[in-house]
């Protein structure tokens, strides 16, 4: 592996792997020089190749070796990321349907819990919906949500609210404060 391979080197070599299986071998070939910026941008990457729907159902298990490294490292990077990288995480294992992440996304929810206030108002919705979408019960993420979604209410659009809404109520996590501000 290239240890001295930098974030934009690696942000390249994701956007040119094309498939879920190229972005996990970009990670399995240089993942063990990987930051905190790196581990969310191959986060980021799976969830974008995910999202156009070019890999058969059952892909992840294929895959579940790989998948378990990049999970155990972003458990021990978890410290180290920050709001957006955090909600770029836990979308893209959303859209994964990423029954694995299920305790980490439980990490990164509290992780998230003392930085909240970093969150723009996308990210508490993002991080909500992929919570709500795996049925990952978070219920102190979601209190933390509701306190900064007040907080942050101007910036929330039509469907971000519509978004916020869905994931409270999918959870059974009431938000009235939120959700009458």
């Known amino acids: 592996p290239q240890s001295g391979t930098d974030t934009h080197q690696i942000r390249g070599l994701l956007a040119e792997a094309g498939s879920l299986r190229g972005v996990l071998g970009v990670h399995k070939e240089h993942g063990v020089?990987?930051?905190?910026?790196?581990?969310?941008?191959?986060?980021?990457?799976?969830?974008?190749?995910?999202?156009?729907?070019r890999e058969r159902a059952g892909f992840?298990?294929?895959?579940?070796?790989?998948?378990?490294?990049?999970?155990?490292?972003?458990?021990r990077l978890a410290p180290r990321l920050d709001g957006r990288d955090i909600s770029t995480i836990c979308?893209?294992?959303?859209?994964?349907?990423?029954?694995?992440?299920?305790?980490?996304?439980?990490?990164?929810g509290a992780e998230a819990i003392p930085r909240i206030s970093s969150f723009s108002a996308q990210s508490l919705v993002t991080t909500a919906w992929a919570f709500a979408t795996l049925g990952v019960r978070a219920p102190q993420l979601f209190d933390a949500i509701a306190r900064e979604g007040e907080q942050l209410?101007?910036?929330?659009?039509?469907?971000?609210?519509?978004?916020?809404?869905?994931?409270?109520?999918?959870?059974?996590t009431p938000a009235p404060q939120l959700f009458e501000a």
Do not use: Y
């Open 91 to 108: 979308r893209s294992m959303a859209l994964l349907g990423c029954e694995p992440a299920h305790a980490t996304m439980r990490l990164l």
């Open 153 to 172: 209410i101007g910036g929330f659009n039509e469907q971000g609210l519509a978004n916020t809404a869905w994931a409270f109520a999918t959870l059974g």
């Open 33 to 53: 020089s990987f930051d905190a910026k790196k581990v969310s941008a191959t986060w980021q990457w799976l969830g974008k190749v995910r999202s156009l729907g």
């Open 60 to 75: 992840l298990r294929d895959e579940e070796p790989t998948l378990m490294t990049l999970l155990h490292l972003t458990v």
